[in-house]
């Protein structure tokens, strides 16, 4: 069965960390809906000043970070004792778990483009051990057709596996370029919330519906299948789908827990200093 268009959201323009300006997509409004994706930032700047500020050290419990960048270079640090960086075509897995103090700063570039997708953890897994991964650009497989070239970050399409494989939540994220008036379709498992995110360009994302543009997201209903026809413009889009925990969410900032007592606990160990785990 076709998946029909669920809804459209626009986002807004926030600032976040120390001042970044960002497009935030989704967030706690939309929790519902979105399940059990939790908030996803876009960003996309030739302006330094936009994200130079970066994010700073905060913490982080309960959730999994998903960072990928299309262009541009972000130095993370963590406490871990983990340092590094991403760029173009990179992504950045972070678990958090249990609890991790990190920060993220992005560096001046010719263009900051790319977004953070917020994952929930399952309750179970809520404090499992903290760790992260890069997944660096030449790591990511890519499928090539008459109608463009899909990128396959986690999950698998048509066969073929991405680096990214969700050790808790198995989700599926796709970076796909279309080509003018070119068709791609994709099959979902029918229990998977799924959503686009618009990079560039427009396309039409179910029958019968308009034109969607850029920097707008697509949540689809019940199905199995969707299929995207690329403007004359042609399209990139950012493809998700993971399965509903339809589980109760207790968020406070950076921390995502499933009741207020947690995140209580959670808030009072940042307080004692005792958030990291060893």
Not at 66 to 94: A, F, K, P
Request: net charge negative.
């Amino acid at each position: 069965m076709r998946r029909a268009i669920r809804k459209t959201v626009t986002g807004s323009t926030q600032y976040d960390g120390a001042g970044v300006r960002l497009v935030r997509v989704i967030s706690r409004p939309d929790v519902e809906e979105f399940d059990p994706f939790l908030m996803l930032d876009a960003f996309d700047s030739t302006d330094p000043a936009d994200y130079v500020k970066g994010f700073p050290w905060h913490p982080h419990r309960g959730i999994e970070t998903v960072t990928y960048l299309i262009e541009g270079t972000i130095e993370h640090q963590d406490s871990l004792g983990n340092r590094g960086s991403i760029d173009n075509g990179c992504c950045q897995w972070m678990t958090a778990g249990r609890g991790i103090l990190h920060q993220e700063m992005p560096k001046e570039s010719p263009r900051m483009l790319g977004v953070q997708l917020w994952l929930n953890l399952p309750a179970k897994d809520k404090m499992t051990v903290p760790k992260y991964h890069d997944i660096r650009a030449e790591q990511v497989p890519a499928v090539e057709n008459d109608a463009g070239i899909t990128r396959v970050i986690a999950g698998s399409y048509k066969g073929t596996n991405g680096p990214g494989q969700g050790e808790y939540v198995p989700m599926t994220m796709l970076d796909v370029e279309l080509k003018p008036g070119s068709e791609w379709t994709c099959t979902t498992p029918t229990n998977h919330t799924v959503f686009l995110y618009v990079v560039r360009g427009a396309g039409s994302f179910a029958e019968q519906n308009g034109e969607v543009p850029e920097k707008h997201a697509v949540l689809y209903g019940k199905g199995d299948e969707f299929s995207v026809t690329a403007s004359e413009l042609g399209v990139r889009f950012l493809v998700f789908s993971g399965p509903e925990l339809n589980e109760p969410i207790a968020w406070g900032g950076p921390i995502v827990m499933n009741t207020r007592q947690e995140l209580q606990q959670a808030f009072l160990e940042l307080e004692q200093g005792t958030f990291v785990k060893d």
